[in-house]
């Protein structure tokens, strides 16, 4: 049996044979390992284009959630200012105000919550480590000038959802937001709606003061202008009047406004010279239906764009001039064909004409829903400039600011001698025809404590929610905060009251 | 008494101890009878072929399939289960996991998806994880088989076993506890000349389970009038509420299905016009016009033979099944070589090669709210809207072939709500979803007598499986509007095991002792890619790349892997079949946890005692009588790849390179650990007439994975919040298993053998951290002192009889509120609280998914030359959330209603359980409660086959040695407390928009040359 020695032998050695250590050691290949992520400003410039594209990121897997332009949505169709043509539009339950930001288990409010903590969260990565990181100064306070404003952004927005109005004039201790300011903490409670506003102050402050020399590539980039322009808008939603005019001053410094070829085409470029802040999307990074364009753009062959385009209030248009440049963008008689439609692979017409339906927006190549969508324009520094020259009772430089702005629009505007309730009026007015779609109006009457009323909104839908009391009153004007929160936290963060 | 020790189960198939599975021999002469006393063979199909034979009063002489091995039924000392081909062979299966049912007690199934070739799911033993995968681990040929098992053609399949306890799986190790299948494929006889077998089965598919009840578009319109003026009264009154409600709801609902105009359909008292006639009422049915008879055709041609040193079985198998919705498809061609050879006195080899191509259409029935999901639309969608365009006088529009043209919902004189723009059917009929796979494989090995009793063995198991999966969208209609969009992915899997395997047996005196050691190493490899495009050139080119003009999403690719080394070992000892002793230890080095973790042992010990073998016992009817026991531990692994590793994941924006944070690893994060315990009993009476097994189980799973969610503050990637996964809690299953096997009747020309399976599970949590002391998710609450799957839901109080309000408990966390200024969600009735909104309402435990009872039943009867099987699973106990039904009773326009809408609240002083229809109340009236919760109760009928096999002298004439013909109904009925309602969809106990199971009627000839 000598043959079956020597198998014996490799039997044995077969079995004592084990695999070479490394055997069991598999590396991922769809990731960046943590700890050569952020060794470089390299690594953090990265982070923070990360950080932009979120922005224009489809969320939860939803069509009708797609980063801050659901949020501009959802500001607009919960105001006033748009109305909604059809029962099978995707925003009809928040625009009825039905099981959507009242609902504590709704897409919605896990959205509005989780997207900004989202890109909280990667933003104090970024301001963790970018001062231990490999390379410039410069790069450095580029990065964290960039982190502070998004911060300070992202708690703002927020807060104005999930906290009580701000009032210059109260304590403003009710519950705000908890607040992070590095990545991974243990769970807080929510601290006050006045400690968050600090919060946002503080940040804002900082990237004003870091961004101080930095020249960003493109507009997707938070610069100085950028950061002034959102300490603007914190200050006029704190009623704190000389820094939202002073800052919206500097703000725009250097923007010039459109004209009124440019105004008619599209809203969908970032390189638009008015534009201060704008997300720009390419067609290899589309997000399909959940795009801004797929619900607010007249001419993308979406569903909804199809059977319910985007209106406007009826007593709002009929507050232009007909030599207004915004005059054309909506069509009163919902017969007019020179407003685009989506059109079927024949170019046939499919999409319904209804009255006051807009072209403010639309979509470059109809075949794709994506579009640069703007977060900040110049002609909201006007208009906070405006409001703020009003409030500290500047009246005449209110109108002059207010010329710059409106001249640019409608030639034949005039400064004319008003009463304050007229300008405010004027102000107001001017407000919602300029920024209409772009995500204003739901803060606007929350921040100037104006009821919802919906009185000349005359679909029969509409009946369901015609008036809301006053936002210092009525705790609707309050998200409730996601139940999933609640859960995760084991209750430290709280809910509103429901 | 000497007995054939198999260590090893390739080596097993060589050596000859299991049956031969010739399908000529089936039919010919009579099995002889083993030569061995103790190793009763039993060939799989000679309980079909001879009746006569008590084979059930086998069952503990039988040989099973085991862990790396085949082992004695009689010497077993763990809970394992085997099902033999004939028990399926005639079943028209596509998918071989389906031929699992009945096999024991311990296995539950949902019943398989409608889509030919679909897997269902499995479950041994209760549910052992929470978030960690719970399907158990599948060997094919002895080696873990990472493919898909439909690409297993099942007439190629000689058995299937089912390990059940640590005792039985502890040598899978960290793979081991959701319990272990083990398919084992069919080989040739030594000795044999050349048998070939024809396997033909023809069937035709159609739809198992008919739609819920549903109103009719008569009863619609008036149901939705009043939907719409119970919304309008809060703002209108009372008399206007009806008057606009009369001449809106046309508005509303879109449609006007009736010959009379839009504000004459229903009259201000709620009241349908009598003179109103459907324009269009052939095409309301969406169900019908979505489904069709699907035909089925299955054959196989197989060879078997040998000679004194080598046999070989070798099959040819095609199959094409088409579903009964028109775009479901499956195609299959499959072929086996298996041979073995003994190469001198010493050396054994074999080789079991396999491969197959299949061709899928997949319908996309991928859940609610998935508009392309014909499931979904055609049951969602309302009774008033047809399936096709129709002009306004109700004639069907035609395109300029002359043919219907499906209805987009989108029409001047109003649109349908539901889903405008789209139709399920058309959109099937246009896109694609197409898979084409290709899976090839081996098994092979060598065995090599070292000495006498010391065998050396090395397998080696290789699987690769490819798949090209095409999605086209089309640009005329849906998402793929207007230019037309494809993705494409290819997908690679590959992965292998090699083992050595040294086993020693001895036998002295009456003790025999059979050892095992062994070192095993294994890899899965998956490769992935995937790209989109859009804009569409040529209409007719749908599925090449190069047909469109924009890259829409970055080509994307992944590579993953997971390697697992282990060192195995195994200790059987006995004395004089009456005491047995078995213990196994594996460690166990598994790559899916960081290396601090990664290491472990698992080990089992058991023993089992043969009383009716001891001189004392005696007695007259009890034929055989066993005790037997096992401890042991395994663990789960099935968490994703790569979760210890945290990292950023890739986002540029545009084109600057950019990343994201994307993952919070747990370096800690190791396997679930599973502590499993046996106590049975098996016993034969009665000459065999009776037989079973009773086993008491309790498997304990400790380090339980959650994938722990985070606060939405702690941020996330646009997919959601962050999670960790983590080991963390505890929980057990437990319960009762009974097999009985019975010869009700033994004649002469007529038999019935009867076979009862029954199971309890009782599954409790038993610790969480206490940083997550519970996780609400979804209908369920995870609790300690819960099972996983008790429903957590709104405490439901029925209706306000005084105005159809829908009342439920009050959350006593919330401040009641009557007279809140804008909303007065609560109210008091006879001195109770209520809230109408259920956001507001109490939740609470309210029942388990779980039955307190299930199992399964096989009848098998036989006369003369006709034979008569029935297979049935039923259930007893527990509940099921009915979300569909419960969608069906939320009323919203456009949307189908159930015909239990017609029990609804309308006037004062109903009493109800249905809330008043109300435009304005919809989720409120509707939130997730124990209102729908339904008795999960039924029983299923998986399968009739009636046969009949041609006399062996009729055949002679034809060179036939055998011939069977049987007709068969798979899925034949399910009884359940609903209409529509599938109770075996989840083991959760909820029901989806999801294909439904297929009913297959079929007719088969098995013909042995």
């Known amino acids: 049996m000598r043959l079956n020695k020597t198998f014996l032998f490799i039997a044995v050695f077969g079995l004592l044979a084990s695999c070479s250590k490394s055997y069991l050691e598999t590396k991922a290949t769809d990731r960046i390992p943590e700890d050569e992520a952020l060794t470089t400003t390299a690594g953090c410039w990265k982070l923070l284009n990360g950080v932009h594209r979120i922005m224009y990121s489809s969320q939860l897997g939803r069509q009708d959630l797609v980063g801050q332009g659901s949020n501009m949505m959802f500001m607009d169709v919960m105001g006033d200012d748009i109305t909604i043509s059809s029962t099978t539009d995707w925003f009809i339950y928040p625009y009825l105000w039905l099981s959507s930001h009242r609902n ?61 109005r701000y009032d210059a004039a109260g304590d403003n201790d009710g519950p705000g937001l908890r607040i992070t300011l590095h990545s991974q903490e243990k769970a807080t409670p929510r601290a006050s709606v006045r400690v968050v506003y600090d919060q946002i102050n503080a940040d804002l402050d900082k990237a004003i003061d870091l961004l101080g020399g930095y020249t960003r590539t493109n507009k997707s980039h938070l610069d100085k202008s950028v950061a002034q322009g959102l300490k603007a808008r914190v200050a006029l939603t704190q009623q704190d009047y000389q820094v939202a005019l002073d800052m919206a001053k500097a703000a725009r410094t250097g923007y010039t406004l459109m004209d009124s070829v440019t105004y008619m085409s599209g809203f969908n470029d970032y390189n638009t010279p008015e534009w201060m802040w704008g997300m720009h999307q390419q067609e290899n990074q589309t997000t399909y239906f959940a795009s801004f364009f797929a619900y607010m753009s007249c001419n993308f062959p979406a569903q909804n764009i199809q059977t319910s385009p985007r209106t406007i209030v009826d007593t709002l248009y009929y507050l232009i001039p007909s030599t207004d440049v915004r005059w054309q963008l ?63 009772h500047n009246d005449a430089a209110a109108q002059q600011v207010l010329y710059e ?24 007015v001017q407000r919602r025809i300029e920024l209409w779609g772009e995500g204003f109006r739901f803060y606007d009457l929350k921040r100037l404590d104006i009821p919802l009323d919906r009185s000349r909104h005359d679909r029969a839908w509409s009946s369901y929610l015609k008036r809301t009391g006053k936002p210092s009153i009525d705790e609707r004007w309050q998200f409730l905060i996601p139940q999933a929160e609640i859960d995760a936290t084991h209750g430290v963060v709280k809910q509103n009251p429901l | 008494m000497k007995k054939i020790l198999v260590p090893l189960s390739l080596a097993a198939l060589v050596s000859g101890v299991l049956p031969a599975r010739s399908h000529g021999q089936t039919q010919g002469a009579r099995q002889t009878a083993p030569k061995k006393s103790d190793t009763v063979v039993i060939p799989p199909s000679q309980r079909l072929k001879n009746w006569s034979d008590s084979s059930t009063a086998q069952t503990l002489g039988d040989v099973v399939v085991v862990a790396y091995g085949t082992q004695k039924k009689a010497s077993l000392t763990g809970a394992v ?354 898979l084409t796979g290709i899976a090839m494989g081996a098994r092979t090995y060598v065995d090599a007598t070292l000495a006498k009793g010391l065998k050396l063995t090395t397998n080696l198991g290789l699987d690769q499986e490819t798949t090209e999966s095409y999605s086209y969208l089309n640009p005329t209609i849906g998402d793929g509007s207007p230019a037309g969009s494809l993705s494409r992915g290819n997908a690679r899997m590959k992965s292998y095991s090699f083992n050595q395997l040294l086993n020693y047996n001895k036998s002295w005196d009456g003790h025999s002792i059979e050892a095992m050691i062994g070192h095993e190493n294994s890899s899965r490899e998956t490769i992935s890619s995937n790209i989109t495009v859009r804009n569409q050139i040529a209409p007719g080119n749908k599925l090449e790349l190069e047909n469109y003009t924009t890259v829409t999403e970055a080509p994307t690719s992944s590579t993953v892997e997971k390697r697992i080394e282990g060192y195995l070992s195994r200790i059987n000892y006995d ?162 298993e009974l097999t009985l096997n019975t010869e009700v009747i033994k004649g002469r020309n007529f038999n019935w053998d009867f076979t009862l399976n029954a199971m309890t599970v009782k599954n409790k949590i038993t610790s969480m951290p206490e940083s997550i002391k519970e996780i609400i998710s979804g209908t369920k609450k995870l609790e300690v002192g819960h099972s996983i799957y008790d429903f957590y839901l709104y405490s439901w109080k029925g209706v306000d009889p005084a105005n159809g309000d829908a009342l439920y408990e009050l959350d006593d966390k919330i401040a009641y509120e009557d007279n809140a200024p804008y909303d007065d969600p609560d109210k008091t009735i006879k001195g109770v609280r209520y809230t109408t909104a259920s956001a507001r309402a109490k939740r609470d435990y309210q029942g388990s998914a779980i039955p307190d009872l299930q199992g399964s039943f096989r009848s098998d009867m036989r006369y003369k030359n006709f034979s008569l099987n029935l297979v049935c699973t039923y259930q007893i106990g527990g509940k099921t959330y009915d979300g569909v039904y419960a969608s069906m009773m939320t009323p919203s326009f456009g949307n189908s209603l159930s015909k239990d809408i017609l029990k609804r609240w309308q006037a004062t002083g109903d009493q109800t359980d249905v809330p008043r229809m109300d435009y304005l109340k919809g989720a409120g009236f509707a939130g997730s409660s124990n209102r729908w919760l339904v008795s999960a109760t039924s029983l299923t009928v998986n399968s009739i086959n009636l046969g009949y096999d041609f006399n062996r002298a009729a055949l002679q004439r034809l060179h036939l040695s055998g011939l069977q013909t049987y007709l068969s109904v798979e899925n034949a009925y399910q009884f359940s407390a609903r209409k529509g309602m599938n109770v075996l969809q989840t083991f959760s106990g909820t029901t989806g928009d999801v294909y439904l199971p297929r009913r297959v009627y079929s007719l088969g000839v098995i013909a042995n040359l």
């Open chain 1, 104 to 164: 504590q288990t709704s897409a919605l409010v896990y959205f509005n919550y989780n997207f900004y903590y989202e890109i909280i969260n990667n933003i104090n990565l970024l301001i963790d480590h970018v001062n231990d990181a490999r390379g410039s100064d410069e790069d450095k306070k580029a990065i964290l000038g960039q982190a502070y404003a998004y911060r300070g952004w992202a708690y703002f927005q927020m807060i104005q959802l999930f906290g009580e």
């Open chain 1, 330 to 392: 909506w069509d009163s008689t919902g017969t007019n064909h020179s407003f685009p439609v989506p059109l079927d692979a024949d170019g046939k017409e499919i999409g319904a004409r209804v009255k006051f339906m807009q072209r403010k927006f639309k979509v470059k190549d109809p075949a794709m829903s994506i579009g640069d969508v703007p977060v900040m324009r110049a002609a909201e520094m006007y208009l906070i400039e405006a409001e703020a020259n009003f409030y500290l």
């Open chain 1, 405 to 428: 702005l409106v001249k640019k629009r409608d030639p034949a505007y005039k400064i004319t001698t008003k009463n304050r309730d007229a300008l405010e009026y004027e102000i107001f």
């Open chain 2, 81 to 434: 289960a085997q099902i033999s081909d004939s028990q399926f062979a005639k079943r028209p299966i596509t998918n071989i996991l389906d031929g699992l049912t009945a096999i024991g007690p311990g296995l539950q199934s949902t019943l398989s998806s409608g889509q030919p070739g679909s897997t269902s799911n499995l479950r041994v033993r209760g549910f052992g994880s929470i978030s960690a995968g719970s399907s158990p681990l599948m060997v094919v040929d002895g080696m873990v088989y990472d493919g898909d098992p439909s690409g297993i053609n099942p007439a190629d399949v000689a058995t299937m076993s089912l390990l059940m306890d640590a005792a039985s799986t502890a040598l899978y190790g960290s793979r081991g506890s959701n319990g272990v299948i083990v398919i084992t494929t069919k080989k040739g006889s030594r000795g044999k000349k050349t048998a070939v077998q024809f396997k033909m089965n023809q069937g035709v598919n159609v739809r198992m389970l008919p739609e819920y009840a549903q109103v009719n578009a008569y009863e619609y319109y008036p149901l939705m009038w009043e939907y719409y003026r119970n919304g309008l009264v809060s703002s209108q009154g009372g008399y206007l509420a009806n008057k606009y409600a009369t001449e809106g709801i046309k508005e509303n609902l879109g449609y006007n299905p009736f010959n009379v105009p839009d504000d004459e359909i229903v009259d201000i008292n709620g009241k349908l016009n009598p003179n109103a006639k459907l324009l269009y009422a052939d095409d309301l049915d969406w169900e019908k016009a979505g489904t069709r008879k699907g035909f089925r055709q299955d054959y196989t041609m197989s060879f078997n033979g040998g000679n004194e040193n080598a046999d070989y079985y070798a099959s040819v198998g095609y199959i094409t099944d088409k579903g009964y919705t028109p775009t479901a498809d499956f195609k299959r061609w499959n072929g086996r070589v298996n041979a073995n050879a003994r190469l001198n006195s010493f050396i054994k080899a074999g080789v079991n090669v396999y491969g197959s191509t299949t061709n899928t259409n997949q319908t996309p029935a991928y859940g609610s709210g998935y508009i392309v999901n014909p499931f979904y639309f055609s049951r969602t969608v309302g009774p008033i809207y047809p399936v096709h365009a129709h002009d306004p006088n109700g004639a069907y529009v035609l395109d300029k072939n002359g043919q219907h043209i499906y209805d987009d919902g989108i029409h001047t004189n109003g649109n349908r709500p539901f889903s405008p723009g789209r139709n399920a059917l058309a959109e099937g009929e246009l896109n694609v979803n197409y």
């Open chain 2, 575 to 736: 004395y004089s079949n009456i005491y047995y002793l078995s213990a196994s230890l594996r460690r166990d080095g598994n790559s899916l946890f960081a290396a601090s973790k990664r290491w472990y042992n698992f080990g089992t010990v058991s023993g089992a005692w043969r009383i009716s073998k001891e001189d004392f016992f005696h007695s007259s009817f009890v034929n055989d009588l066993k005790l037997k026991a096992s401890y042991g531990s395994v663990g789960n692994d099935n968490v994703g790849t790569y979760v210890y590793q945290s990292g950023y994941m890739v986002n540029n924006n545009a084109q600057e390179p950019g990343y994201i944070y994307g993952l919070i690893a747990n370096k800690d994060l190791t396997w679930e650990s599973n502590r499993s315990m046996n106590i049975g009993v098996e016993f034969s009476l009665f000459k065999g007439r009776i037989s079973g097994n009773i086993d008491v189980y309790n498997r304990i799973t400790s380090g339980l994975i959650f994938n722990v969610p985070q606060p939405l503050s702690g941020g996330g990637t646009p997919s959601g919040a962050f999670s960790i996964w983590m080991n963390v809690g505890n929980l057990y299953n437990r319960g009762v």
